[in-house]
């Protein structure tokens, strides 16, 4: 019989909570492959919606969890939450042990290769984990969803059908 000392036992029980930031302005397939990936490797995973000062978003930050939240319905280790600030502060308060990031082409890993040494200078307990998603999704964007929207085309082939009504929602307000 092997017995497990208190600190093994305690690594053995931990919960690994993995945080995948993001504008997500709008959710796309790309970052729902992410999420699918990443719910296997980790007992939970919170998609934390940034809120960021110096950008123009589409929709709201209320907007955007709701979005998220009814594209991921299907996921029960998965959550959604706004946050605003430090992004390892964020992970910390949380209990995080790492930030998912996608990568999506070569050009996104010299981005996410740089976030991660400075996330890592900030809080070496908190590992940068890079999920490359599926080739369907290699050129899919937000602001590529973004500008098919401004332009009227259909971007089904590009997000969920709930990013779709809320596109098409947000079009009707527009149009008033």
């Known amino acids: 019989m092997v017995c497990l000392c208190q600190v ?23 970052h729902l492959d ?11 995973v919170q998609i934390t919606v940034a809120v960021n000062r ?3 978003p ?18 029960t280790n998965v959550s959604v939450e706004p946050f605003e600030g430090l992004l390892v ?8 042990c790492a930030l998912i990031r996608g990568l999506r082409q070569v050009g996104d890993f010299d981005y996410e290769f740089r976030m991660a040494f400075a996330n890592r200078k900030l809080a070496p307990e908190i ?4 999920l490359v998603t599926s080739e369907a999704h290699a050129f899919t964007s937000a602001s590529i969803v973004r500008d098919v929207f ?8 590009f997000v969920p059908p ?7 929602k947000k079009r009707r307000e527009n149009q008033k």
Request: hydrophobic residues 40%; charged residues 30%; contains cysteine.
């Open 8 to 30: 093994n036992r305690e690594k053995v029980n931990k919960h690994k909570l993995a945080l995948y930031p993001g504008s997500f302005d709008p959710f796309t397939f790309g």
């Open 34 to 44: 992410v999420v699918s990936r990443a719910s296997r490797l980790f007992d939970a």
């Open 54 to 56: 110096e950008k123009s």
């Open 58 to 75: 589409l929709f709201t930050i209320e907007e955007r969890c709701a979005m998220v939240e009814e594209a991921v319905v299907g996921f």
């Open 89 to 96: 502060d964020h992970a910390r308060l949380r209990g995080a």
């Open 127 to 130: 590992e940068t984990v890079l």
């Open 150 to 157: 401004r332009w009227g085309g259909d971007v089904s082939h």
């Open 162 to 168: 709930t990013v779709v009504s809320a596109l098409d």
